[in-house]
C-alpha cells in the first residue's frame, strides 16, 4: 500500500493506494455518514456498504447536473445529516464529482471521502479537489474544489470494471506520464500486456506514480493558477470531441492527446521520434477516436471551454515525453491546426 498526502492551503488528504476498499468503514465517524454511488456499483458492492445509507445515483454523464445535486441534497435533509454528517463516495469519477460539490455546498459544506472504483477515477478524478455538474453540454461549469479527507484506490475493485471503461482510465495514465513522467511512460511502455491483463500489483504502483505526479502539481497551486493547467493535456481537443461524440471521457482525452502532440511537434518542441511513440502508446490500447467534428462544430465547442480567456486559451504542449508546457495561443490557431491536420489525415 503506498500512502499519498496532499496538502493543502485548508487540508490534508491522504490518498491510500493499493488498500482494500472496506478499510474506510473504519474511518468514518461513528454516527452522520451516507455512502453516495451508483446503480452499478451499488449492485456489484452495495452487499458490503454495511448498515449506512444508501443513496444511488444512475450511472454516467448525465447524472453530472444540478438537479441531482438538489435531490440528493434534499435526502441527506430528509436523512437528519446536519453539519457534522459524513459522505462517503464509492464510485467512479461522476459518483466522486457530484458527491464532492454536494459535500462541498451541503450546509455550507461538510466532511467526505472517497472510494475510487474506477481507472480514471483513481489515477485522476479523485486526486485534487476538483468537483462540480455539467452545464447543458458544457462541462464541469458548476463546481468548487475541496480535498476529500482520504481516496482509497483500491486495484482489486479494477476487475469488475468493464473493458471500454479500463481503457478510458488508461488515457489519463498516459496524459501523466507525457506530460510529468517520463519513467512512467517508459514502464506503461514495456508493460502493455500486464497492463492489459489488470495486475493488480502493477496497477497500484502505476496508480500511485500518476497519484504522486498530480499530487505534486496540486499542491503547489490548488486552484489552477499556473501550473495545474499542465493537468489539461489534451482536454482541449477532447472535451470538444467528448461533447460532440458522446464518447468516454479517457477515449476523448487521448484523441486530443494525439492533436496536441501533432500541434506540438509541427511547432518544433518535440521530435519526429518521441512524437512516434506517444501515438504508437495510444494506439496500442486503441484509445484514438477518428475525427469527424467540421471546422465549425469545433469552434462552437471550444469557445464554450471554461478555460478560454478572451479569444486566447491556455493551450498545453508536450516538449518532450515527460514534459509539458503551457502556453496562451490565439484560439484561431488551435482551430487552424485541426483543419490542417484533417486535411492530411
Ligand atoms: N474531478 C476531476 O479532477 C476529474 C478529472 C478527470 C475526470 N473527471 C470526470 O470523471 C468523469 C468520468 O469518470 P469515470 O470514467 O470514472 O466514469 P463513471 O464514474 O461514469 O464510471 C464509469 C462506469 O463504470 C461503472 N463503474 C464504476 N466503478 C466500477 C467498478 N469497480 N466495476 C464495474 N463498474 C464500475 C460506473 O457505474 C459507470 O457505468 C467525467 O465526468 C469527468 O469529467 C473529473
Known amino acids: 500500500m503506498e500512502k499519498i498526502t496532499i496538502n493543502t492551503s485548508c487540508c490534508r488528504s491522504e490518498i491510500l493506494v493499493g488498500e482494500k476498499w472496506e478499510t474506510a468503514f473504519g474511518?468514518?465517524?461513528?454516527?452522520?455518514?451516507v455512502i453516495i454511488t451508483d446503480d452499478n456499483v451499488n449492485r456489484l458492492y452495495g452487499n458490503k456498504f454495511q448498515k449506512i445509507p444508501v443513496f444511488s445515483i444512475k450511472p454516467g454523464e448525465a447524472s453530472k447536473k444540478l438537479e441531482v445535486i438538489e435531490s440528493l441534497a434534499a435526502k441527506l435533509l430528509e436523512e437528519g445529516i446536519d453539519r457534522s454528517g459524513f459522505i462517503l463516495a464509492a464510485g467512479g469519477g461522476v459518483v466522486c464529482d457530484v458527491a464532492g460539490f454536494l459535500a462541498s455546498i451541503y450546509m455550507r459544506g461538510i466532511r467526505c471521502?472517497?472510494?475510487?472504483s474506477?481507472?480514471?477515477s483513481q489515477v485522476d478524478a479523485s486526486t485534487g479537489g476538483k468537483n462540480g455538474v455539467n452545464l447543458g453540454d458544457t462541462k464541469n461549469m458548476l463546481g468548487t474544489i475541496r480535498q476529500p479527507e482520504f481516496v482509497i484506490c483500491d486495484p482489486e475493485m479494477l476487475q469488475t470494471l468493464p473493458g471500454q471503461e479500463y481503457l478510458s482510465g488508461?488515457?489519463?495514465?498516459?496524459?501523466?506520464?507525457?506530460?510529468?513522467d517520463k519513467e512512467l511512460f517508459d514502464h506503461i511502455e514495456r508493460s502493455s500486456d500486464q497492463i492489459l491483463s489488470r495486475n493488480s500489483g502493477l496497477l497500484t504502483s502505476l496508480v500511485a506514480k500518476s497519484v504522486r505526479f498530480k499530487?505534486?502539481?496540486?499542491?503547489?497551486?490548488?486552484?489552477?493558477?499556473?501550473l495545474?493547467?499542465?493537468?489539461?493535456?489534451?482536454?482541449?481537443?477532447?472535451?470538444?470531441?467528448?461533447m460532440h461524440k458522446g464518447v468516454k471521457h479517457g477515449f476523448a482525452v487521448a484523441s486530443g492527446m494525439e492533436l496536441a502532440t501533432e500541434f506540438s511537434f509541427e511547432k518544433g518542441l518535440i521530435n519526429y521520434e518521441e512524437k512516434s511513440r506517444i501515438i504508437r502508446l495510444l494506439n496500442r490500447f486503441e484509445l484514438i477516436e477518428e475525427l469527424d467534428i467540421s471546422y465549425d462544430q469545433l469552434e462552437k465547442l471550444v469557445l464554450h471551454d471554461k478555460k478560454k480567456t478572451g479569444s486566447e486559451i491556455?493551450?498545453?504542449?508536450?516538449?518532450?515525453?515527460?514534459?509539458?508546457?503551457?502556453?496562451?495561443?490565439?484560439?484561431?490557431?488551435?482551430?487552424?491546426?485541426?483543419?490542417?491536420?484533417?486535411?492530411?489525415?
Do not use: W
Open 27 to 33: 474511518m468514518l465517524p461513528e454516527k452522520g455518514v
Open 118 to 120: 474506477t481507472l480514471l
Open 215 to 226: 499530487g505534486l502539481v496540486v499542491s503547489e497551486d490548488e486552484f489552477e493558477t499556473g
Open 314 to 345: 491556455h493551450f498545453v504542449f508536450t516538449n518532450g515525453i515527460g514534459k509539458g508546457i503551457v502556453e496562451k495561443v490565439p484560439v484561431i490557431d488551435v482551430l487552424d491546426f485541426y483543419k490542417r491536420f484533417r486535411a492530411k489525415n
Open 170 to 180: 488508461l488515457a489519463e495514465l498516459i496524459k501523466t506520464a507525457i506530460i510529468g
Open 228 to 242: 495545474r493547467r499542465i493537468l489539461n493535456f489534451g482536454h482541449t481537443y477532447g472535451h470538444a470531441i467528448e
Open 113 to 116: 471521502g472517497y472510494i475510487s
